[in-house]
């Protein structure tokens, strides 16, 4: 879209998928990664409704 900063809303699932592709989420390869760079410099605003974040990490692959 040729912007530097976008602002986020997401509600629910979308709150956990928005958050991991800040942290680096990469869908591209099986399985699921962590090892690409964090991208929350490119968020503006993320506003959260109703999602879960607990165990949203590396170490939590085995949820």
């Known amino acids: ?3 530097d900063v976008v602002d986020v809303i ?3 699932l979308g709150c ?3 958050y991991s592709v800040f942290r680096g989420l ?3 390869t099986a ?3 962590w090892s ?3 991208r929350g410099h490119q968020v503006g605003t993320f506003v959260s409704l109703a999602g879960a974040f607990h ?3 590396a170490g939590s692959a085995g949820e």
């Open 1 to 3: 879209m040729g912007v």
């Open 10 to 12: 997401a509600h629910s």
């Open 16 to 18: 956990t998928l928005m």
């Open 26 to 28: 990469d869908r591209r």
């Open 31 to 33: 399985p699921i990664t």
């Open 36 to 38: 690409q760079p964090t």
């Open 55 to 57: 165990g949203l990490g």
